[in-house]
C-alpha cells in the first residue's frame, strides 16, 4: 500500500516499483520509469523556482539547439513516431 501525500508517494514510489518489477511486463516498467524521472526533475525545477535560484542555468539545453523546451519536445516526438 502507497503513502497519502504527495511527498510520502514520491519516496515510497521508487521501492513499491522495484517490488512491482517482477509482476508487469518491462515496457509498462519502463513507461514507469521514465514518469518517475520527469516527476523528480519537475519537482528539482519547482525547488528552484521556489528558492529564487535561476533555474534556467540548472536545465541543460534542448538538444535541438532551439534554447525552447516546447518545440525541442515537439520535434522529439514527432521524430520518435516516423
Given at each position: 500500500?502507497?503513502?497519502?501525500?504527495?511527498?510520502?508517494?514520491?519516496?515510497?514510489?521508487?521501492?513499491?516499483?522495484?517490488?512491482?518489477?517482477?509482476?508487469?511486463?518491462?515496457?509498462?516498467?519502463?513507461?514507469?520509469?521514465?514518469?518517475?524521472?520527469?516527476?523528480?526533475?519537475?519537482?528539482a525545477d519547482i525547488g528552484l523556482i521556489e528558492h529564487g535560484s535561476d533555474w534556467s542555468l540548472a536545465r541543460p539545453a534542448p538538444m535541438d539547439g532551439?534554447?525552447?523546451?516546447?518545440?525541442?519536445?515537439?520535434?522529439?516526438?514527432?521524430?520518435?513516431?516516423?
Open positions: 500500500m502507497l503513502p497519502e501525500g504527495h511527498a510520502a508517494l514520491l519516496k515510497a514510489l521508487p521501492d513499491a516499483m522495484y517490488d512491482a518489477r517482477t509482476r508487469l511486463p518491462a515496457m509498462l516498467m519502463d513507461s514507469l520509469d521514465e514518469q518517475l524521472r520527469r516527476v523528480q526533475q519537475l519537482q532551439s534554447g525552447n523546451w516546447a518545440s525541442a519536445s515537439a520535434a522529439m516526438l514527432t521524430s520518435e513516431r516516423c
